[in-house]
């Protein structure tokens, strides 16, 4: 296979397309599919955070400060904004003595649009637990407590936190992280590009650490398992991400990334991938996975059929009439 495309169909003909890159494989790199993309860079983007948790999960900060596992989960997540994500970060951010304007994430609105209204009718401001990357920034800022660290640039590139998390990447990815990768995040963290062959190496990896087969088996657990064990905590309650987990009753983790990334690892089949819309656009995402599962037979019919219902690739307007379908070529 070299090319994916989903196609949105107008009446009958085709409006727009979307070029999905796309690189699975087996835990020991035998390739089960690729676009032959896998040597360029890419910003990974939010579907990293599990590996940039890690140090938090190695602190003694989960135990110093008896932290759950919702708050765990969030550590790894983008989350939505909804009520019980801001109710968790609240608790979270009591518990160490901090405020919101300690995070160095910048706010935004709760990209849940329910939970966005909600606030706006009520006349209520938003802050930094809204962003959603309020999770990661708590982990970062609770591990710096723990460690006597500094607080008040814990952001900067040679802050320790930051070495640590880069150490973690290099361990996982099996090569270096240069300088020239570097870049910010849209929540002012530094965010790296990667080919994607060595985001596929860390995952593969990310297996064998939750096997016990590579280094930092407990930390690796605890963040997976509490992700498993709290998949609306990752994303929202309609999230992508957080509807394979639930679908696939948790033998599936996987982490959605801004401009159009998606990873995924499958901890019984033993299989990772990574999908990246070329040109960001998220919404050809699902069709791109679910076909993807279905032709690697990483779900099986029924966990598909109740995914599939979730989603929608009809297109329809304003009054409801159907006006076109969103349909995807594998070559």
């Not at 190695?58 to 909804?82: Q, V």
Request: with cysteine.
């Amino acid at each position: 296979m070299s090319k994916i495309h989903v196609e949105f169909v107008r009446g009958k003909r085709v409006e727009s397309i979307h070029q999905v890159k796309a690189f699975v494989t087996a835990v020991d790199g035998k390739i089960l599919l690729s676009t032959n993309n896998e040597y360029e860079y890419f910003f990974p983007r939010s579907s990293i955070k599990i590996f940039q948790a890690i140090p938090f999960a190695m602190s003694n900060a989960i135990k110093n400060y008896k932290l759950n596992n919702k708050h765990i989960a969030l550590a790894c997540a983008s989350h939505k904004g909804e009520k019980f994500h801001v109710r968790e970060l609240k608790k979270w951010i009591t518990k160490i003595k901090l405020e919101t304007k300690n995070l160095q994430c910048g706010i935004h609105a709760p990209l849940d649009k329910n939970a966005s209204e909600k606030i706006i009718y009520s006349r209520k401001k938003f802050n930094e637990l809204h962003n959603n990357c309020a999770g990661k920034h708590l982990g970062m800022l609770t591990s710096c407590l723990v460690n006597n660290q500094s607080i008040t640039n814990y952001l900067d590139y040679n802050h320790a936190h930051q070495k640590s998390i880069r150490k973690i990447f290099n361990k996982f990815t099996e090569s270096k992280l240069s300088k020239k990768n570097f870049s910010l995040d849209g929540c002012s963290a530094p965010q790296y590009s990667f080919k994607i062959k060595s985001i596929s190496r860390a995952l593969n990896n990310l297996i064998k650490s939750y096997k016990n087969n590579y280094e930092y088996t407990d930390q690796v657990r605890i963040l997976v398992n509490s992700i498993l064990e709290n998949p609306e905590f990752i994303g929202g309650t309609v999230s992508f991400d957080t509807k394979i987990i639930k679908a696939s009753k948790g033998k599936i983790f996987c982490k959605s990334g801004a401009e159009g990334v998606f990873l995924f690892v499958d901890f019984q089949k033993e299989i990772s991938g990574i999908i990246k819309v070329t040109d960001g656009n998220e919404r050809a995402i699902p069709i791109a996975i679910l076909n993807i599962f279905k032709k690697l037979k990483i779900m099986n019919r029924r966990e598909l059929k109740n995914l599939e219902k979730k989603e929608i690739f009809e297109l329809r307007n304003h009054t409801s009439k159907k006006i076109g379908h969103i349909c995807i070529t594998m070559k």
